[in-house]
């Protein structure tokens, strides 16, 4: 009898993501993963699996069904009840939890990220470089910038918060609507 937990990761990416989620793991703990990313090798993984980590991949029924030993969802990130069925978990007695915190500060990171890149013309201007075009003065004309400009935010929670907490210190007007309120 082994007191290992097997924990399968159930999206598939690279050895540097396992190498951050092993690293963050405590002893006793077998993380499993993935090496072809089919539905074929998840069915067959599950089967052992006393914990799941789920992150970009719905959980159907056919996965519940194969997974006898499963005690636990651990789900990152933000819509849960698109990935998964809630109710379905508690009839058979699997516990759920998420960690919504993780995604947010590197969404609202990403959001400005490509608001700027828009602003900029950033997709333009690096095909036209690697075409051998330097543009260094044809767009200033054209380029937007964040600072003494109205940003609108839709949807006012944990991630619209953190991109008007980050865009605090580029000088804008931030509008916002959240159906929430």
Do not use: C
């Amino acid at each position: 009898m082994t007191n290992t937990i097997k924990v399968l990761y159930f999206a598939f990416t690279d050895e540097s993501m396992h190498r951050l989620v092993r690293h963050a793991m405590p002893g006793m703990v077998d993380l499993v993963t993935l090496q072809q990313g089919t539905d074929a090798e998840r069915l067959e993984k599950i089967a052992d699996a006393d914990v799941l980590l789920l992150a970009g991949r719905k959980l159907d029924e056919a996965f519940l069904d194969a997974a006898p030993n499963l005690k636990l969802v651990v789900f990152h990130g933000v819509g849960y009840h698109d990935y998964l069925d809630v109710e379905s978990l508690r009839r058979r007695g699997i516990a759920l939890t998420l960690s919504p915190s993780g995604t947010g500060l590197g969404v609202a990171e990403h959001t400005i990220m490509l608001m700027l890149a828009a602003g900029k013309r950033l997709p333009f201007v690096d095909r036209r470089l690697r075409e051998g075009a330097w543009l260094a003065q044809n767009l200033r004309s054209e380029s937007r910038q964040l600072h003494g400009n109205t940003v609108g935010i839709v949807g006012f929670g944990r991630i619209g918060r953190e991109v008007a907490r980050r865009l605090a210190g580029w000088n804008v007007r931030i509008v916002y609507h959240d159906i929430a309120e």
